[in-house]
């Protein structure tokens, strides 16, 4: 499946993209529509109740590493941040906090990655009083942009690095957060891609190997490219490169990446004077 | 592949390799031997065996072995849980060789029998079990398996796929003991075959495990 196949789809039957999406979805899996979008709608009610429930908390991970950034970002008024840019970034905070402190979380595409869709979903809802249909709609459009990822290249940061992970949950979200404003296909394309560009190269180089640093702080920042890039294409503004040629390019560059920078803790970050002493002290406390 | 495949599952993190696949190889060894064993012993083998702690793999795989699906809000309690339970455990740092960096060799006794079960967490969640009591296999645990030890005699596959009424999706065979005449047989079904108990009256069935696939309910 290629995003201009749903595109094309979409042009020719003027049928809403999301059940374009559920339909094609039927015709490669033979699951019936009704099936998944309940599925899609469990994944969205616990992408909410979670958020909610851990929404600015303080958490307690494995390691130590992270666990205190949601909490300082919900006691300190945003100087730059319009307040959806803020729900965004603090909800994303929480959850992959969340994630790294063993708390329920939806894969999205991946644990890692966890933070960035619900990030805009909650700040849809909370500020922009989004219904849940709403969301659910918007939802399958990032389900689909991710599919398209995995199809045609791959949404592991062993295999691709951060760019497959963060990228494919950028490019999800921003996706889902224009289809919200515009409902116009084109326009989650183009956001997608822009979303998706800005991110390619980014390595996996998680400190320790555990998914942490600097991961937490990546779904914060990402949420705000999606935002961005949503923005830039519901303005009109357009990707010279279609998606599917950006997640070819992707796949590329991933393959071309160095293994110690893809998720084995051998590289980027991981490697910074810092993080081995880091990565000695939790190891000394185990021991 | 489906967009489900995509997003979700709804897990407890922070790793689908680390946390969620192990908890599913362990949790595959809690249904073979149907419930929860008195003792166990985990070997943990590459990345398992080096960051087991940070990655909560540890509580993971203790909650597998107490049969707790993956979005339990109760394996980050597992060590308490297992107290409860009187579950004596033991996590071993080990090499088992040429195998995928997140493998788990585990060894569980229940009723005075052992049983083994070694997996390999391979990305986003999915696994592949890859030995039962040391005859290697391939399965994914997405389908429902049946694991046969049987005699090494004429015709005995023959009759365990007549009594099997559902379609073999695939399947293992092997000769696991010629002094004793034993082999084992691995079968992969598309669906839960109803008439399970009709293999105790085969003469060439020694004993048999079920494991249910966990795909059917969410």
């Not at chain 1, 499946?1 to 490669?28: A, D, S």
Request: hydrophobic share 40%; proline share 3%; with cysteine.
């Amino acid at each position: 499946m290629t995003f201009e196949n749903l595109l094309e789809i979409w042009r020719e039957t003027n049928i809403p993209f999301e059940e374009v999406i559920l339909t094609e979805e039927m015709v490669e899996t033979g699951m019936d529509p009704v099936i998944i979008k309940n599925n899609m709608k469990r994944l969205v009610e616990v992408m909410i109740t979670e958020a909610e429930k851990n929404y600015g908390k303080k958490h307690e991970s494995l390691t130590g590493l992270t666990g205190e950034n949601a909490p300082k970002l919900l006691n300190y008024s945003p100087k730059l941040l319009s307040e959806f840019n803020y729900v965004a970034t603090l909800t994303a905070l929480s959850t992959a906090e969340n994630n790294a402190s063993m708390g329920r979380i939806v894969a999205c595409p991946t644990a890692g990655s966890c933070g960035v869709v619900p990030a805009i979903l909650y700040a849809l809802k909370k500020v922009k009083n989004a219904s849940f249909d709403d969301l659910v709609s918007s939802f399958i459009v990032a389900g689909a942009i991710g599919n398209v990822v995995a199809k045609k290249a791959t949404i592991s940061g062993a295999a691709g690095g951060c760019q497959a992970e963060i990228g494919t949950a950028t490019a999800m979200a921003s996706a889902a957060l224009t289809y919200y404003f515009s409902k116009d296909a084109e326009k989650c394309g183009h956001a997608a891609s822009l979303a998706l560009k800005s991110l390619m190269g980014l390595v996996c180089d998680p400190v320790g190997g555990f998914v942490e640093i600097p991961c937490v702080k990546r779904n914060a920042s990402a949420a705000n490219v999606a935002i961005a890039t949503a923005e830039m294409a519901l303005s009109g503004i357009e990707s010279v490169i279609p998606f599917d040629e950006v997640v070819d390019a992707m796949y590329r560059v991933g393959k071309m990446m160095h293994e110690d920078l893809r998720e084995t803790g051998n590289g980027g970050i991981a490697v910074t004077p810092t993080a081995k002493k880091l990565v000695n002290d939790i190891k000394k406390r185990w021991i | 592949m489906s967009m489900l495949d995509v997003v979700g599952p709804v897990m407890v993190g922070p790793s689908s390799s680390h946390t969620l696949g192990a908890l599913k190889i362990a949790r595959f060894a809690y249904k073979l031997i149907e419930g929860i064993p008195e003792e166990v012993e985990f070997y943990l083998h590459g990345s398992f065996a080096k960051t087991y702690l940070g990655h909560g793999t540890d509580r993971a795989l203790i909650a597998g072995i107490l049969g707790l699906r993956e979005y339990d809000y109760d394996i980050k309690n597992a060590y308490n849980l297992a107290k409860n339970y009187n579950l004596k455990f033991s996590f071993i740092e080990t090499d088992l060789g040429d195998v995928n960096p997140n493998t788990v060799l585990i060894r569980l006794k229940k009723d005075n029998k052992i049983n083994e079960v070694q997996g390999a967490s391979i990305g986003g969640g999915a696994i592949k079990i890859t030995k039962i009591n040391g005859v290697d296999c391939d399965l994914s645990g997405d389908y429902n398996t049946l694991i046969i030890v049987n005699k090494d005699i004429k015709g005995a596959l023959e009759n365990i796929l007549r009594i099997i009424s559902v379609n073999v999706a695939n399947l293992y065979l092997k000769r696991t003991n010629i002094l004793e005449g034993r082999a084992l047989t691995i079968l992969e079904l598309d669906e839960k075959p109803s008439n399970l108990n009709e293999l105790n009256k085969l003469e060439c069935v020694i004993k048999y495990f079920y494991v249910g696939s966990d795909n059917d309910d969410i």
